[in-house]
């Protein structure tokens, strides 16, 4: 079982950074690959950003590339997610999430983090 634990959510006004942090641990930790997960009220989780196992690859939603850099450090069993030039429709719960196999979708992670709320002020 992998466990998964963010943190490094906070309040920031819209321009500003963030950089969110997710500490991996449990069997083969670094060879899932890993996502960023966002959730904001009344709405479904969408899919943010996710890296490979080697972090060797990374794909983004549509809305944050250019912004949100997400990476990871296998010795370490870290992923990151800079998050810059933040707008108010990135406020939401970010979570942390790890499976064997990359994907867009949530139904393909196994294992979830407990959340960081990340707001995004005017």
């Known amino acids: 079982q992998v466990q998964l634990v963010e943190s490094g959510g906070g309040l920031v006004q819209a321009g500003g950074s963030l950089r969110l942090s997710c500490a991996a641990s449990?069997?083969?930790?670094?060879?899932?690959?890993m996502a960023w997960f966002r959730q904001a009220p009344g709405q479904v989780r969408e899919f943010v950003a996710a890296?490979?196992?080697?972090?060797?690859?990374?794909f983004y939603t549509d809305s944050v590339k250019g912004r949100f850099t997400i990476s990871r450090d296998n010795a370490q069993n870290t992923a990151h997610l800079q998050m810059n030039i933040l707008k108010l429709e990135d406020t939401a719960v970010y979570f942390c999430?790890?499976?064997?196999?990359?994907?867009?979708?949530?139904?393909?992670?196994?294992?979830w983090g407990q959340g960081t709320q990340v707001t995004v002020s005017s």
């Open positions: 999430a790890a499976g064997l196999y990359g994907s867009t979708a949530k139904g393909n992670y196994d294992y």
């Open positions: 449990g069997r083969a930790a670094s060879s899932y690959a």
């Open positions: 890296i490979n196992w080697s972090g060797t690859s990374t």
